[in-house]
C-alpha cells in the first residue's frame, strides 16, 4: 500500500504518497521499445528523402511521449503526512509547486469519516479544529477502507 505508519518519540506518523507504477528502469524500456516501433517504418523508405521526414516526425512524437510520462511523474510527487500524537494532530499535505498546506487540531476532537458521496469513492475526511480536510484522495477505495480502520482505532485510543 502506498503508505507507511512509523513510530516516533511524540506519538506516531503516517506517510502517503501515490502508487507510483512505473520505475526509472520500465520508463527507460517504454522510451526505447516505442522509439524502435515508430523507426520500423523507415525501414521501407530507406535512402530516400522521406526518411527524413518520417524521422523529424518520429523525434516528435517520442519527445511528446517522453514529456507526457515526465509531467505526470512531476504531477504524482505529492506526499502527506499526518502524526498523532497525545497533544495533537497535524497533517501536512505536500504537492508540486504548491505551498504545503497545513492542518492542525487536538486529538479529543478529531472525529474520522468514510463518506460515499464526495469527490471520489469512499470519500476520507477528518473533522477538527473547526475545519473538516480529505485525507488520501489519490489511495484506491479499498485502500481508504483499510486507512479508515486504522485511524478510527488509533485516534480513539
Given at each position: ?110 472525529t474520522v469519516h468514510l463518506s460515499s ?41
Open positions: 500500500m502506498p503508505y507507511r505508519w512509523t513510530e516516533t518519540t511524540h506519538g506516531r506518523k503516517l506517510d502517503l504518497w501515490p502508487q507510483q507504477s512505473m520505475t526509472a528502469q520500465g520508463f527507460a524500456w517504454f522510451i526505447g521499445t516505442t522509439a524502435a516501433l515508430l523507426s520500423l517504418p523507415l525501414l521501407a523508405v530507406l535512402g530516400t528523402l522521406m526518411v527524413w521526414i518520417l524521422l523529424a516526425f518520429m523525434f516528435v512524437a517520442v519527445g511528446g511521449v517522453w514529456r507526457a510520462l515526465m509531467a505526470n511523474r512531476a504531477d504524482r510527487q505529492i506526499h502527506e503526512e499526518l502524526t498523532l500524537s497525545p497533544e495533537r494532530v497535524r497533517l501536512e499535505h505536500k504537492a508540486p509547486k504548491l505551498p504545503a498546506r497545513t492542518w492542525d487540531a487536538m486529538p479529543h476532537w478529531v458521496e464526495g469527490p471520489v469513492e469512499d470519500y476520507l475526511t477528518l473533522r477538527g479544529g473547526g475545519r473538516e480536510v480529505e485525507l488520501g484522495a489519490f489511495l484506491t477505495p479499498a485502500e481508504r477502507k483499510d486507512l479508515y480502520a486504522e485511524l478510527q482505532r488509533l485516534i480513539r485510543t
